[in-house]
């Protein structure tokens, strides 16, 4: 046996390499399958306000629904994961889901398909809060802005996904249909979690309600945290309302797009799966603020581009837009990494109550825009003015007194 080239060298690596690859592999399929059903609706509005005879913000509220319950659950969701687990509360969230998406397609009234609409968005927060903590907890520091990345990654493709697929299904064997498609997809994802998901090494319970009550007063004091959740708040409105009222202006002259065609306009989110997983190398090297600040201008440039009369410009805007918020959702969500050492999947609730008020704000008030405003220009009078007040907020509080250092090694008060 030659001592110079030991045999047991490559048979260990190799495995420790797979393993990283299909942690990486199910985190993004955990993002994907979390976000499949959550915007579905986008994509059938027109579909809803023919079915039901129901007015651009009544349809709207299909949508709003599911976020809004998103909002309300997910501190508490964040409580229960902190006290019982993470993969098992995951599993159970995914198998929930499934049932109130079965569903929908069996009820006649818009109220019944909102009230199950807002069902799945509260089994939805068992997935996306309780994934940030486990991240943040099973791997190393230096690796949780790109493993958040990744997971951002999959759950773009998983909200274009529903998108296309529910659009495309709608066109071709209506859209009750459509869902009973969602429901198994989410079962299958179901399936995955439950055998391939590494269970949790770093979790330590917490099931002291009163520890739990001062690790949220914590959060409360932490400025840095409460600035982020007040950004994802502007985030998610801005991406609601742009992508659920441009439906309403495409289907009309001069373009007349059908569901399907306008399933195919979210395939724009197919860039953001690009630009998602590598917004973690920028983030390390310019620091959070100024990666946060680039990206809301260029969601602003895009939003404003989608004015113009050309379907081509109209869609080049869309690119432009979507892009530039998801790289403020990834970047936001490092952030918090960065921010909050004890009590993460509290934290995490917290800020998804904040987001996803916004999702659910978005879906309302830029549609109440839309109707009183002239319609499509006031939609986007109203997420640009969203995306200037969290502008404002990141220049102004996201950094440290004193310049500190950041994890990125950067000087607080240069990012």
């Known amino acids: 046996m030659n001592p110079d080239n030991p045999p047991l060298a490559q048979p260990v690596i190799a495995p420790i390499e797979n393993r990283r690859q299909a942690s990486r592999f199910i985190i993004w399929l955990t993002g994907f399958f979390g976000f499949l059903n959550i915007y579905s609706a986008q994509s059938i509005l027109p579909l809803i306000i023919e079915t039901f005879h129901a007015t651009p913000v009544q349809a709207g509220i299909t949508v709003g629904a599911t976020i809004l319950a998103i909002a309300i659950l997910s501190p508490f969701i964040g409580m229960l994961s902190d006290a019982i687990g993470r993969k098992s509360l995951l599993c159970v969230s995914f198998f929930a ?74 066109h071709l064997v209506g859209w009750q249909n459509a869902f009973f498609t969602l429901a198994a997809s989410i079962l299958g994802g179901a399936l995955l979690m439950l055998f391939f998901l590494p269970p949790s090494r770093n979790f330590k319970p917490n099931r002291n309600f009163v520890g739990a009550l001062k690790t949220f007063a914590g959060h409360m004091r932490n400025a840095r945290l409460i600035a982020a959740c007040a950004v994802g708040f502007c985030v998610l409105f801005s991406l609601v309302g742009v992508f659920t009222y441009v439906n309403l202006l495409l289907v009309k002259p001069p373009y007349e797009l059908s569901v399907a065609a306008i399933a195919n306009i979210f395939c724009v989110y197919l860039v953001g799966v690009i630009i998602t997983p590598i917004s973690g190398r920028f983030i390390a090297r310019f620091g959070f603020r100024r990666v946060l600040l680039c990206a809301l201008f260029t969601s602003m440039s895009g939003a404003f581009l989608t004015l113009t009369s050309p379907l081509l410009l109209i869609i080049g805007g869309l690119v432009i837009c979507s892009s530039g918020v998801f790289v403020c959702q990834s970047t936001t969500i490092s952030f918090i990494a960065d921010s909050v050492s004890e009590g993460r999947s509290l ?9 996803y008020g916004g999702g659910a704000a978005g879906s309302w008030l830029a549609g109440i825009a839309y109707e009183n405003l002239g319609g499509w220009p006031g939609s986007v009078a109203t ?11 990141a220049w102004f509080t996201w950094k440290k007194p004193g310049g500190e250092k950041t994890e990125t090694g950067k000087v607080a008060g240069e990012t």
């Open 383 to 393: 997420v640009i003015a969203i995306q200037c007040i969290a502008a404002a907020i």
């Open 97 to 170: 889901l499934a049932l109130p998406t079965a569903l929908i397609p069996a009820v006649s009234g818009l109220q019944m398909v909102i009230a199950l609409r807002f069902l799945q968005g509260l089994f939805v927060p068992g997935i996306i809060v309780v994934i940030l903590a486990y991240i943040a907890e099973e791997f190393d520091k230096d690796m949780v802005p790109r493993m958040s990345s990744i997971y951002m990654g999959g759950s773009v493709m998983g909200g274009f996904s529903g998108r296309f697929i529910t659009g495309h299904l709608s």
């Open 347 to 355: 934290a995490s609730g917290l800020y998804f109550m904040s987001y």
